[in-house]
Nanobody, 125 residues
């Protein structure tokens, strides 16, 4: 069983930075693709970023390109989302997910993702 655990959320002013962490215990993390999604009030859950199991390929939704960076540490079983130049529209609950990299493209989350409980990010103007 994989139970990702997010941390690092909080409140920040526009233009500020936050780093989210996701701990995925009890697995060989180097075999798992990783994902960050977010859900803002009144909105559907939205893809933010994906990273290949090896950590050498990443992709992002257009709205965060150049501002957010996804990375993973396969020794410490931890994934990160570095968020810079934050905007009020980034306000959302951010969810970490992981899945075995045994089928499909790394950037496609699919239905086999194990999700965390989420962490709140609030950006004020």
């Amino acid at each position: 069983q994989v139970q990702p655990l997010e941390s690092g959320g909080g409140s920040v002013q526009a233009g500020g930075s936050l780093r989210l962490s996701c701990l995925a215990s009890g697995i060989t993390f180097g075999l798992y693709h990783g994902y960050w999604f977010r859900q803002a009030p009144g909105k559907e859950r939205e893809f933010v970023a994906a990273i290949k199991s090896s950590g050498d390929l990443t992709t992002y939704v257009e709205a965060v390109k150049g501002r957010f960076t996804i990375s993973k540490d396969n020794v410490e079983n931890t994934m990160f989302l570095q968020m810079d130049s934050l905007k009020p529209e980034d306000t959302a609950v951010y969810y970490c997910g992981v899945r075995l990299g045994n089928s499909g493209a790394y950037w496609y989350a699919g239905e086999s993702v194990s999700w965390g409980q989420g962490t709140q990010v609030t950006v004020s103007s």
